[in-house]
């Protein structure tokens, strides 16, 4: 599958797409993929969801950063919500760059520490990359813009 929501793209394909991009390992959990990342210098496990608006992770990880705003969102066992976001930087594989994360609920939180998840990777994310999600391959391409 293909994504790119700038260029209002969401490609099935049941062939490979012939993309190059870094590649990221994935496992997937309950058939959402799980992936690791470094949020601030701290590697963590992190969900992808692709219907999540906001990127999240836990407040302690994001204390250290500077506080730029506020964002609501809406999830199904919490409700509406509003939460701080701050700007951290992450690395995904060797791609580097800054994304405003707020803080989980603690609720969710809970839920996400579970399955050892620390954090979601939500749409933000499709802004910097065109992502070719390949789940039997267990693995994730995120491919440069431009």
Known sequence: MLIDPVRQVLEFSEEEHDVEG?????ELLSGVPVQGADLGGKRVRVFFDTGAPVCYAREEILQAYPRVGTANDFYITCGAFQTSLYRVPVTLGSRSLSLDIGALPPDLQERLLKFDVEGILGTALLEYFIVSYQPR??????????
Not at 22 to 26: D, G, K, P
Request: glycine content about 6%; overall charge positive; aromatic content about 0%.
């Open 22 to 26: 870094e590649t990221l390992s994935i």
């Open 137 to 146: 391959r267990k693995r994730i391409l995120l491919i440069n813009r431009g």
